[in-house]
């Protein structure tokens, strides 16, 4: 017997909130379909160990050389669960993230493992990895690299100009807008960067000292 299966859509006349879910959600699903198509991946597994244990290990160092996580050319990290043969669970980490979690913790025991015991790893407690402090600590960094990544590119639009339609004058040139919604903080930065490269150039022109 065969089943015709039918996807449903909700109706976003009634259901916004559930269609910003909808959407939020198929985002993702196209971030997996990429990630497993375009992007490199480095898997890594363990058994039964983490079970009794709590922790995960996550190697960074081999025969005194930068190994694992130090080494990776990896976009993201599967760590694989096991229970005997059995895939128990996977975990998933951007590796950029993941890195960045190691960094955060406040707490991280290294031991060695491997053959010969020439590795060494790091043992995550898998409690701690997802813990709240970890998860604000990570969010903390994160908003600080975006709002670096603000300032910079206010810096790099000093002296760029884009070309728009006048229909009194046809096309003419005006200096790049920040593009950040206004009285942001992103806004504040990407502002600060261009101001910080305006400054610059005014010194160039005019010797140092010029802000005082």
Known sequence: M??????????TKDRKK??????????????????????????????????RTGNIAIEYESYGKPSGIAATESDYWFHNLCIGDEVFATLV?????????????DYKKSVSGGDNK???LYLLNLQK??????I???RRKLMNKNLADNFA???????????????RFGTRYRQVANP???????????????????????????GLGTRG
Do not use: C, H
């Open 118 to 120: 020439a590795s060494r």
């Open 153 to 167: 590119a206010g810096f790099k639009a000093f002296g760029r100009v884009e070309e728009f339609r006048s229909r």
């Open 2 to 11: 065969s089943e015709n299966v039918v996807k449903l859509e909700p109706n």
């Open 180 to 206: 950040m919604k206004k009285n942001t903080t992103p806004w504040r930065e990407w502002q600060r960067g261009w101001e910080a490269a305006y400054f610059k150039n005014l010194e160039k022109l005019n």
């Open 136 to 138: 604000k600590a990570s």
């Open 18 to 51: 559930f269609d910003l879910d909808l959407s939020y959600g198929k985002v993702r699903e196209q971030m997996v379909a990429d990630m497993l198509q375009d992007k490199k991946i480095e898997v890594k597994s363990e058994r039964d160990m983490w079970m």
């Open 129 to 134: 990895l997802f813990s709240s402090d970890v």
């Open 93 to 105: 980490f951007d590796t950029n993230s993941l890195k960045r979690i190691i960094d955060n913790l």
